[in-house]
């Protein structure tokens, strides 16, 4: 699986202060738009702002944009078609699994991780009603605009220092694909029913830090991943408690807005200069933007962070424990050949 590689302060110095501004505005939007599920709004400009190394790349940013769009509205109708047989949508929810999870391991593209997070968060929660399902669908079409507009505007006032485009190359994970991606599938599908019973519909975004461990080849990566994850989550959630008691000292809009721009800030800069793998710290701004778009809205803070932590812990360990089990049994990636394979997966300097 390819791992976007840490920005590079030489070429983009201004990467943390535009993070920052871009959880700003992103929130700016909620108000706005009045949205039904607030945190999809605060997180998703961010996770495909954030993505971008180098100078601006509107191509990807527009295809990111139109993928949120169309594959949660594809989704939608599958679970709204499906949803009334249910052993026939569980198999189909597991044959989209396996698709993502067989386009990653072959050619390590990120386009299979897109399949596999839509297919998460609109099939866990089709199980909640056709309702809740396109409450989603109309939340990822409303937050994908916003991008549309954020996207532009932040590079626009803080460009990149080089103008040179940043190129994935992404690494395919060799050995049995077929039988890596039907054991991710099989793990995810049953990491979905324990989301389900676990999670409300406003959490779900948090879904995502526990199923994105499955997306790695190895069981090396895969319990790396799953530290990474948690780790993300402890400190999203640290600087997201911090946020929310100092709004509470002076609760206005611009008050917010400035603390969720610092925030964004000091975690962009750890993405050029921390000690972690610089996703970490872009995990942990979307863990805080969600915690506290869904603390302010219905939760109570504290509770919220406990249960996110506690959540994302049980079930990226539990799914990185049964894929490694299932893959040791298999032996699928072929050994230390298999493993050679999967090398460069990791966050680069």
Same mark, same amino acid.
């Given at each position: 699986?390819?791992?976007?590689?840490?920005?590079?302060?030489?070429?983009?110095?201004?990467?943390?202060?535009?993070?920052?501004?871009?959880?700003?505005?992103?929130?700016?939007?909620?108000?706005?738009?009045?949205?039904?599920?607030?945190?999809?709004?605060?997180?998703?400009?961010?996770?495909?702002?954030?993505?971008?190394?180098?100078?601006?790349?509107?191509?990807?940013?527009?295809?990111?944009?139109?993928?949120?769009?169309?594959?949660?509205?594809?989704?939608?109708?599958?679970?709204?078609?499906?949803?009334?047989?249910?052993?026939?949508?569980?198999?189909?929810?597991?044959?989209?699994?396996?698709?993502?999870?067989?386009?990653?391991?072959?050619?390590?593209?990120?386009?299979?991780?897109?399949?596999?997070?839509?297919?998460?968060?609109?099939?866990?929660?089709?199980?909640?009603?056709?309702?809740?399902?396109?409450?989603?669908?109309?939340?990822?079409?409303?937050?994908?605009?916003?991008? /549309? !507009?954020? #996207?532009? &505007?932040?590079?626009?006032?803080?460009?990149?220092? =080089?103008?040179? %485009?940043? +190129?994935?190359?992404?690494?395919?994970?060799?050995?049995?694909?077929?039988?890596?991606?039907?054991?991710?599938?099989?793990?995810?599908?049953?990491?979905?029913?324990?989301?389900?019973?676990?999670?409300?519909?406003?959490?779900?975004?948090?879904?995502?830090?526990?199923?994105?461990?499955?997306?790695?080849?190895?069981?090396?990566?895969?319990?790396?991943?799953?530290?990474?994850?948690?780790?993300?989550?402890?400190?999203?959630?640290?600087?997201?408690?911090?946020?929310?008691?100092?709004?509470?000292?002076?609760?206005?809009?611009?008050?917010?807005?400035?603390?969720?721009?610092?925030?964004?800030?000091?975690?962009?800069?750890?993405?050029?200069?921390?000690?972690?793998?610089?996703?970490?710290?872009?995990?942990?701004?979307?863990?805080?933007?969600? /915690? !506290?778009? #869904?603390? &302010?809205?219905?939760?109570?803070?504290?509770?919220? =962070?406990?249960? %996110?932590? +506690?959540?994302?812990?049980?079930?990226?360990?539990?799914?990185?424990?049964?894929?490694?089990?299932?893959?040791?049994?298999?032996?699928?990636?072929?050994?230390?050949?298999?493993?050679?394979?999967?090398?460069?997966?990791?966050?680069?300097?």
């Amino acid at each position: 699986m390819y791992v976007t590689p840490r920005p590079v302060a030489a070429e983009d110095p201004h990467y943390g202060i535009r993070l920052g501004l871009t959880g700003a505005l992103a929130y700016g939007a909620i108000p706005l738009l009045n949205p039904a599920l607030p945190p999809i709004i605060a997180a998703l400009p961010v996770g495909l702002v954030a993505a971008q190394r180098k100078a601006f790349d509107p191509g990807k940013l527009i295809g990111g944009v139109i993928a949120m769009i169309v594959l949660p509205w594809l989704m939608t109708w599958v679970v709204e078609w499906l949803r009334p047989m249910p052993l026939v949508y569980v198999t189909a929810v597991w044959a989209l699994y396996f698709a993502g999870f067989l386009m990653i391991l072959r050619s390590g593209a990120q386009a299979g991780m897109l399949i596999v997070v839509v297919t998460v968060l609109i099939s866990v929660m089709g199980m909640h009603g056709t309702a809740t399902v396109e409450t989603l669908r109309d939340g990822f079409l409303q937050a994908a605009l916003v991008t /549309l !507009v954020i #996207g532009p &505007l932040v590079y626009l006032v803080l460009p990149a220092r =080089t103008r040179d %485009r940043h +190129v994935d190359a992404p690494v395919p994970g060799g050995g049995r694909a077929v039988t890596g991606a039907a054991i991710r599938a099989t793990v995810l599908l049953a990491l979905s029913f324990w989301l389900y019973a676990v999670m409300q519909p406003s959490d779900m975004m948090m879904a995502v830090v526990a199923s994105m461990v499955l997306v790695f080849p190895t069981r090396r990566t895969v319990f790396s991943e799953a530290l990474q994850r948690i780790r993300a989550t402890v400190y999203g959630g640290a600087v997201a408690l911090g946020i929310l008691a100092l709004f509470t000292l002076s609760p206005h809009l611009p008050i917010l807005l400035g603390l969720v721009f610092l925030g964004g800030l000091w975690l962009g800069q750890r993405m050029l200069f921390g000690a972690q793998p610089s996703m970490v710290y872009q995990y942990a701004f979307s863990v805080t933007l969600a /915690l !506290v778009a #869904g603390a &302010l809205s219905t939760q109570d803070p504290g509770y919220a =962070t406990f249960t %996110r932590i +506690v959540l994302t812990l049980t079930g990226a360990f539990a799914a990185a424990f049964a894929v490694a089990v299932l893959d040791g049994l298999t032996q699928w990636r072929g050994g230390a050949a298999g493993m050679a394979g999967a090398a460069g997966t990791g966050d680069t300097a």
